[in-house]
């Protein structure tokens, strides 16, 4: 008998009829045999709600009580799906993530997991229940305080308790049918993907691909677990994320995964930076220091007569004020001429194992945008992928040129649809 | 530096107003130099929006699960509150009925606390905190299942904290200004009462007030926890419920504490029962089986010719249909010719331990309802209780006659408002 654990986003079970389709689905897989862990996100809008209410009392809550807050999201939803299955006449019982064991640091918000001591999920699952976990949630281990472990962690949830539990497989259930070679809603031949390496997976969820977070995929890669994400309205087959192919179909790895698009960065540059060594680092430890995250970074070649240089970096747009403030507080120390700030760009990245050992990937990838049209401002690579920074406005065409130019584009003209994930 | 409990209903944090304004009320008391514990209740209308979502995805909802379900509600509201206070610049932690120490017996969606170890409590009381503690649920000692504990349960919480902390005093604040010589909607001349003894507040949620269960004051007798009940809207002194008058103020024990009415009870006659030993005992033996409360018991003196005799008892409307069916089904062993079902029935009962040295107080309550044109079906009576079932129609005349009798009526014509009490 094997064990799965699925999870399901909020989405899926955004009302009572979503909730009872859903407890259908999780029936079928407790009647093919399978031992059953579901994760479970807040129901539809639930935490848009309570975050309002929150700011409704307080302009800034705090980390501990507004963990405590957004954690009643899953807790409504659990309890909901575990009735629903057990009217449908299976056993069922609901854990918080304290009860499922899953321990975190103290980092409210965004807390990480540290551990995962399921043993009332294996007690529930040994006296035949199908277990329900909510996702996004867990305790600290030094306060037993209530945390939350911050976008997309429901997914992480159910990684990591397919980890503990020595699952055959995680299964995301989302309202999309996979991972696709591009965002269908930018292109519509993309296709959708059948297999796909973890790296490959690393790499497209880092360059903006929204299906699977990048934490979450790294758990999986960490510990082995193949993930199947799929859509919880269809039946179908989705795409399987694992180290490599699973079951009799033979599938190739591709030569490239797919095309990746983010308009959700901007770009700093900080203009006349005396050229001399020490002055990128004290740039970036003044980023470092104020908790931003960056992602691209380039130095211009120095103008040979006045000494000076551009450094150039991108971030995303939310932590665009906070970076200003803290370059703009520490010019004495640094001492450059100028800050300029643009969040009309875009990023579109191509990724793909392949890459490797094709060398003329990358000159495709510049014919493809060219021929569109397209100027590049940034360049950046890793030894599986190829990331340039255009304006915003140009990202659809780029993304459909480059898509088309590696024979991505699929041969159906079904439209897909597509929409957000939940958390 | 004292230690006070305080617990706000449901519709005193209605909303994110109603929650600032209590957040305001706590911080008083905190400056006022005492530690302070809250004990909250669900946001207004989320329990019932709850119950209404559980009763979408199954008719039978598991009892496990609802509670799960439920405390959901608590978990929302004082997380907002603690919000709220931390935003009046004080410290301030929420914690759930398991982290407060509220451990119950494993009986789902009524459970009772058998035990209250508020560790957490104290060290965050140490530390300068205000505790919020979520009303109304607790941990199972057995299976460490989440347990609710039934209609008026933030009032036993907040009570079984209070005598745990050895508390100086458990303010419960409610959208009514305190206890009333009888209900404020039928009887405009209703006073409010200052100070009442336990035994008298007992008797009156027995008959039917609903500003206190009984079950939480009999909490507070047994652990000698003077009780407060206020309004959370103004500031005024409301009533207190102690075993012995509290202050300077000088409070002489009335001889009648108030007229309570109860309209919320049926009849149910049994009639043509054999008039011989081990009837009545069947008969109670069944309903109690049904794990059906019964009230007010009669037995009519039997008719010689045919020697059989007719049993009256009272009980919630709501048990009804269960004891009628308990009763058909064993009519067989019990043998009597039919039963009457009888819900157009109303209580009202005088209490006060005066009338245990006052001989004319029966005979008083008598003539008033005979003055009044109210004719009396049944009467049961305790050593500070007399109680009688009417007509319901004729229940709010009778209340009001019985109250003017016994020189209860205010002086003022001020009219009180007075709503229900929530959980």
């Excluded at 990358?362 to 992928?385: C, H, M, P």
Aim: aromatic share 4%; net charge negative.
């Amino acid at each position: 008998m094997g064990l799965v654990v699925q999870k399901y986003g909020g989405s899926s079970v955004a009302d009572a009829e979503g909730i009872k389709r859903v407890a259908k689905r999780i029936v079928e897989a407790k009647k093919n045999g399978n031992q059953v862990v579901v994760v479970v996100s807040a129901m539809g809008d639930t935490t848009d709600e309570l975050i309002d209410l929150a700011e409704q009392v307080s302009p800034m809550p705090a980390g501990r009580e507004f963990d405590m807050l957004l954690t009643a999201g899953e807790r409504i939803s659990m309890a909901l799906l575990a009735m629903a299955i057990k009217n449908l006449g299976h056993e069922a019982q609901s854990f918080t993530g304290s009860q499922a064991g899953v321990i975190t640091d103290s980092v409210h918000n965004k807390a990480r997991i540290i551990d995962v001591t399921p043993g009332r999920i294996r007690t529930a699952l040994d006296e035949g229940n199908i277990a329900i976990v909510a996702g996004f949630q867990g305790v600290s281990a030094d306060k037993k305080d209530i945390t939350t472990l911050g976008r997309g962690g429901s997914d992480t949830t159910a990684v990591a308790l397919a980890a503990a539990l020595d699952a055959e497989v995680c299964e995301i259930y989302t309202d999309v049918d996979g991972v696709f070679t591009a965002d269908p809603r930018v292109v519509k031949k993309a296709r959708k993907i059948d297999w796909i390496s973890f790296e490959d997976m690393l790499e497209l969820a880092a360059s903006g691909s929204k299906v699977l977070l990048h934490r979450c995929v790294e758990y999986a890669r960490r510990y082995n677990i193949p993930i199947h994400v799929r859509s919880s309205f269809s039946g179908l087959q989705g795409t399987w994320v694992s180290s490599q192919p699973i079951g009799d179909k033979k599938v190739e790895q591709a030569i490239i995964s797919g095309v990746a698009h983010d308009t959700s960065e901007a770009k700093i540059t900080v203009v006349g930076v005396p050229d001399k060594p020490g002055e990128a680092a004290a740039i970036f430890r003044t980023i470092a220091d104020a908790q931003v995250n960056i992602d691209m970074v380039v130095q211009n070649v120095s103008a040979a007569a006045t000494g000076l240089t551009d450094i150039s970096f991108t971030l995303p747009k939310t932590e665009g004020r906070k970076a200003i403030d803290a370059l703009e507080r520490n010019r004495p120390g640094i001492g450059f001429d100028s800050l300029r700030y643009d969040d009309q760009i875009g990023k579109i990245s191509l990724v793909g194992a392949g890459m490797k050992t094709n060398p003329g990937v990358t000159a495709s990838f510049f014919e493809a945008l060219s021929d569109a049209g397209v100027n590049i401002e940034l360049i950046s690579t890793s030894e599986i992928r190829i990331s340039v920074v255009t304006r915003a406005d140009d990202v659809p065409e780029a993304v459909r040129a480059v898509h088309t130019a590696f024979g991505l584009d699929s041969d159906s003209d079904e439209a897909v649809v597509y929409g957000g994930t939940g958390r």
